[in-house]
């Protein structure tokens, strides 16, 4: 019998490229997706819950599934307020994972970024420090961090910045060998591929860094 995956932040450029694996695997015969909008498509496989993230509490008797795949996250540019920050990038996973936990989920997968320090000066690194944190001291027997580097790929918004140093990264990703093969930009098919191929149980659990997670993307499906 297929799985039920549930799927939070599928609205975003990585969490849409997920849902659209999820889809496909034959892994899963149920997805189900929270949040603030609809994905716009109707599939068979596919039910959607349409809530307020911030109250996710709430949908403890929604929330069953064999599987959580979290997406969730926020840029400086569009939440400059630390504390909304934190509550997208801290608070959604987070009560995400204790859901899990609570309905008895033994796998989870959170995107984190490679920077992830709960020590770190730096806000949005130390925000997703102490998110890997939380997540891991639920204890969920399968959980994977994923840490990826600059994501590459197109978004809504646009960002003078970050398409400059995209362009800057396609040139110097081919020198980056060795252990600095973590540091190349990743695709965000690529970090949903191998997002569903770890949840399909081929590696253990753990902290999954950028170049792991574009191996494994040619694993998938």
Same mark, same amino acid.
């Given at each position: 019998?297929?799985?039920?995956?549930?799927?939070?932040?599928?609205?975003? =450029?990585?969490?849409?490229? #997920?849902?659209?694996?999820?889809?496909?695997?034959?892994?899963?015969?149920? #997805?189900? #997706?929270?949040?603030?909008?609809?994905?716009?498509?109707? @599939?068979?496989?596919?039910?959607? @819950?349409? %809530?307020?993230?911030?109250?996710?509490?709430?949908?403890?008797? @929604?929330?069953?599934?064999? =599987? #959580?795949?979290?997406?969730?996250?926020?840029?400086?540019?569009?939440?400059?307020?630390?504390?909304?920050?934190?509550?997208?990038?801290?608070?959604?996973? =987070?009560?995400?994972?204790?859901?899990?936990?609570?309905?008895?989920? @033994?796998?989870?997968?959170?995107?984190?970024?490679?920077?992830?320090?709960? $020590?770190?000066?730096?806000?949005?690194?130390?925000?997703?420090?102490?998110?890997?944190?939380?997540?891991?001291?639920?204890?969920?027997?399968?959980?994977?961090?994923?840490?990826?580097?600059?994501?590459?790929?197109?978004?809504? &918004?646009?960002?003078?910045?970050?398409?400059?140093?995209?362009?800057?990264?396609?040139?110097? $990703?081919?020198?980056?060998?060795?252990?600095?093969?973590?540091?190349?930009?990743?695709?965000? &098919?690529?970090?949903?591929?191998?997002?569903?191929?770890?949840?399909?149980?081929?590696?253990?659990?753990? =902290? %999954?860094?950028?170049?792991?997670?574009?191996?494994?993307?040619?694993?998938?499906?």
């Amino acid at each position: 019998m297929g799985k039920t995956a549930i799927l939070l932040g599928a609205t975003g =450029v990585t969490g849409g490229f #997920v849902l659209d694996c999820l889809l496909k695997d034959n892994h899963y015969n149920s #997805v189900i #997706v929270f949040g603030r909008s609809s994905v716009g498509i109707e @599939h068979s496989k596919l039910t959607e @819950h349409i %809530v307020d993230l911030f109250e996710l509490k709430k949908q403890k008797a @929604h929330f069953k599934a064999e =599987v #959580v795949f979290c997406c969730i996250g926020t840029t400086k540019k569009k939440t400059p307020n630390e504390d909304l920050y934190r509550k997208i990038d801290y608070g959604i996973p =987070v009560t995400a994972a204790e859901l899990a936990k609570t309905n008895d989920i @033994h796998t989870f997968l959170v995107m984190s970024s490679l920077g992830a320090d709960k $020590n770190s000066t730096l806000f949005y690194n130390r925000t997703k420090g102490q998110m890997e944190e939380a997540v891991f001291s639920q204890k969920i027997s399968k959980t994977y961090i994923l840490r990826p580097s600059l994501i590459a790929g197109k978004r809504n &918004e646009k960002r003078l910045g970050e398409y400059i140093v995209k362009g800057l990264m396609r040139l110097v $990703n081919p020198f980056l060998i060795g252990s600095f093969r973590k540091y190349k930009s990743i695709p965000s &098919e690529h970090i949903a591929k191998a997002m569903v191929y770890l949840a399909n149980g081929k590696r253990d659990s753990g =902290v %999954v860094l950028s170049d792991e997670l574009n191996d494994l993307a040619k694993l998938w499906p």
